[in-house]
């Protein structure tokens, strides 16, 4: 029998989009100002995400018409209301994941963090609350920073 879920699959999850591009969304949200008003340039997330910024630009031109990221060529990019909801979703599931298996699963925190692009890519709002259940509500993760809540 096929199995139909994969948490390595590079495809397309619930929220249309791909790994890579939750990854840069996260990216852009941790690389700006709270409020996500300040515009950013390819090569702040270039050297974030160690990507070239020919690369960088094209991921925005696809997020863009996504409608994650308003970009205006030249300018910059800043994320959307809807962007900056989902890069906060995407945050809040990679914080959960990683307090879980470093403080539940005894594991490095250089260790998983090459699980945690895939597992943050995981779009289960039951599996999420379920999780932040288990982990006891926590507020803050494993940094000190304060884990979004889930009323985005």
């Known amino acids: 029998m096929k199995n139909s879920f994969s948490i390595y699959s590079r495809k397309k999850k ?14 852009i949200l941790l690389a700006g100002d709270p409020q996500c008003h300040t515009l950013r340039h390819n ?11 020919a690369t960088v630009t094209e991921m925005i031109r696809k997020l863009a018409l996504k409608q994650m990221v308003s970009y205006t060529k030249g300018k910059g990019f800043s994320l959307t209301e809807m962007g900056k909801k989902e890069a906060l979703s995407i945050l809040r599931r990679c914080q959960l994941w990683e307090l879980f298996l470093v403080k539940e699963l005894h594991m490095g925190r250089e260790e998983v963090r090459g699980s ?33 809540d889930n009323t985005y």
């Open 43 to 53: 090569l702040d997330i270039s050297k974030r995400l160690d990507k070239r910024p």
């Open 14 to 27: 619930k929220n249309g989009l791909s790994v890579s591009e939750q990854e840069y969304l996260k990216q």
């Open 116 to 148: 945690l692009e895939r597992l943050q890519a995981i779009v289960c709002d039951k599996l999420m609350d379920r999780l932040f259940e288990y982990l006891n509500y926590p507020v803050f993760d494993l940094y000190g920073e304060k884990i979004p």
